[in-house]
């Protein structure tokens, strides 16, 4: 069973850094494509940054490009997420995801993940 654990959020005013992880219980983690989602109250859930397998290839949103940057330790089966520069509009609840292991892309909408973790809250405080 798959296992996707986020750690790492918490209350930090703006301004400030925070560097979230996922760790996957699976064995195979270098064969996923992962990704980072985020959620704020009312809003849908929206994507924030994606890795490929390696690691060679990330992406971004708009919204975070240059402040946040994903990366990925294949042998501790762990993604990771730096945030920098935070501001009150990131506060939310941010899951790691992992896309299926036919998928060698990073994708930018929640569907086109299989397996998620159960979140991990971010309050950023003006």
């Known amino acids: 069973q798959v296992q996707l654990v986020e750690s790492g ?3 930090v005013q703006a301004g400030g850094s925070l560097r979230l ?3 996957d219980s ?4 270098s064969m996923y494509v992962m990704g980072w989602f985020r959620q704020a109250p009312g809003n849908e859930r929206e994507f924030v940054a994606g890795i490929s397998r390696s ?6 949103a708009d ?7 994903i990366s990925r330790d294949n042998a501790k089966n762990t993604v990771y997420l730096y945030m920098n520069s935070l501001k009150p509009e990131d506060t939310a609840v ?3 995801a992992r896309r299926p292991w036919t998928s060698t892309v990073v994708g930018r ?10 979140g991990t809250q971010v ?3 003006s």
């Open 26 to 29: 699976g064995r195979t983690f």
């Open 55 to 60: 690691g060679g290839s990330t992406a971004y």
């Open 21 to 23: 992880s996922c760790a």
């Open 63 to 69: 919204s975070v490009k240059g402040r946040f940057t």
């Open 9 to 11: 959020g918490g209350l």
């Open 94 to 96: 941010y899951y790691c």
């Open 109 to 118: 909408t929640a569907g086109e993940y299989e397996y998620w973790g159960q």
């Open 123 to 125: 309050t950023v405080s």
